[in-house]
């Protein structure tokens, strides 16, 4: 990433280890990763830290995606939400787009993709 602005990121994910290396690849392209394995635990982050953009997986147990944005623009409307998931289809993208989502990748994708999207979200511009 480019530009002087630290990203400050949080990934809500139920698969750690997933959300672990994402982390981890964030991290070594300057952006600093936060995760949270379920909603409740995304909340409380948030409440207590500043964020710039979060990726949300949309089936998590509990809280799912959609409610989790929700609560997310609730709290902190102006930042963007990206909605991952394995389990697509048009009805959970319309519903996450309804509520706010800045943008939804399907599991699997393209990590430089997803680094487009967040750097689009920051209005930063990405080094190739």
Do not use: W
């Not at 964030?26 to 379920?38: F, K, L, P």
């Not at 990726?55 to 409307?77: A, N, Q, R, S, T």
């Amino acid at each position: 990433m480019t530009g002087n602005k630290e990203i400050r990121l949080l990934i809500v994910d139920d698969e750690t280890g997933f959300a672990d290396v994402l982390c981890k690849r964030m991290e070594r392209r300057g952006i600093n990763a936060s995760s949270a394995s379920s909603g409740e635990e995304a909340v409380r982050i948030l409440r207590n830290h500043d964020f710039d953009v979060a990726i949300v997986d949309l089936k998590l147990e509990g809280m799912d995606g959609v409610e989790i944005l929700k609560v997310f623009k609730l709290l902190v409307p102006q930042m963007p939400v990206i909605m991952l998931t394995g389990h697509g289809c048009e009805v959970a993208r319309a519903a996450c787009i309804k509520n706010g989502a800045a943008g939804y990748l399907s599991k699997p994708f393209d990590f430089n993709t997803l680094l487009d999207m967040i750097s689009q979200q920051v209005g930063l511009e990405r080094a190739s």
